[in-house]
């Protein structure tokens, strides 16, 4: 099983459209979750941490569940802004540099 | 603020060749980082360096040598670069941030050997 793994994608959405993603982690000491956004031929770019009590910043909303090692990215009312790859991210217990990351699912919001 | 900054953007060697690249931070970050992305294998990590003096091997070191200059600046070093190298590569810093260690990229260098 890979450590950190991703929805294939990629997800075709109307705009105005709820979408989610999902992501499994393997390693059950993984301490700190985080999602990344990438715009094509860009760099990776924070778009928030994954809190245990679920987190929201605006139009987005992240979960945990550490019980069945799963991380879930809800955006609502998708923009055509919205498109790009978003990378789910794990931060393995007391190893430093070993930020995992999967290999991403790629949305694209149409008019 | 410039943040993390990465040069060349592109580069086309030859089979053989050496080549630097380069990278420097201004967040007065410990931790820094170089990966590598290739289409359908999504980001490794080479060589991270958790402070000034320090580096040890990612995911994927082979092939390459890292030099952590100073706190600001960690070069990634190809000595006889090789078709397999083709990749963008990726250097990061990390710092506490809200209570997290939070990665922050440079812009990407776009490499290929021929």
């Known amino acids: 099983r890979k450590e950190v793994e991703q929805d294939p994608g990629p997800f075709n959405v109307p705009e105005g459209a709820t979408v989610a993603f999902n992501c499994t982690y393997s390693?059950?000491?993984?301490?700190?979750f985080f999602w990344y956004r990438q715009d094509c031929r860009k760099e990776p770019k924070l778009l928030m941490s994954?809190?245990?009590s679920g987190n929201e910043d605006g139009r987005f909303t992240a979960q945990l569940n550490r019980a069945s090692q799963y991380i879930s990215l809800l955006i609502r009312d998708s923009k055509l802004s919205d498109s790009a790859t978003y990378l789910c991210?794990?931060?393995?217990?007391?190893?430093?540099?070993?930020?995992?990351f999967g290999k991403g699912t790629k949305l694209s919001v149409k008019p | 603020n410039a943040g993390v900054t990465q040069t060349p953007k592109f580069q086309v060697l030859k089979t053989g060749q050496s080549m630097t690249l380069q990278c420097a931070q201004d967040?007065?970050?410990?931790?820094m980082y170089w990966y590598r992305q290739d289409p359908g294998m999504g980001l490794r990590l080479i060589y991270y360096?958790?402070?000034?003096?320090?580096?040890d091997k990612g995911e994927v070191p082979n092939g390459y040598n890292v030099s952590r200059l100073n706190k600001r600046e960690f070069s990634l070093r190809l000595e006889s670069a090789a078709p397999s190298q083709t990749s963008v590569y990726f250097c990061?810093?990390?710092?506490?941030?809200?209570?997290?260690?939070?990665?922050?990229f440079g812009s990407g260098t776009q490499l290929s050997v021929l």
């Open positions: 360096s958790a402070s000034e003096g320090t580096t």
């Open positions: 990061a810093s990390s710092g506490r941030t809200g209570g997290d260690e939070k990665l922050f």
């Open positions: 390693n059950s000491a993984s301490q700190s």
């Open positions: 967040m007065n970050h410990n931790s």
């Open positions: 991210v794990v931060n393995r217990r007391g190893s430093q540099g070993n930020l995992i």
């Open positions: 994954v809190y245990s």
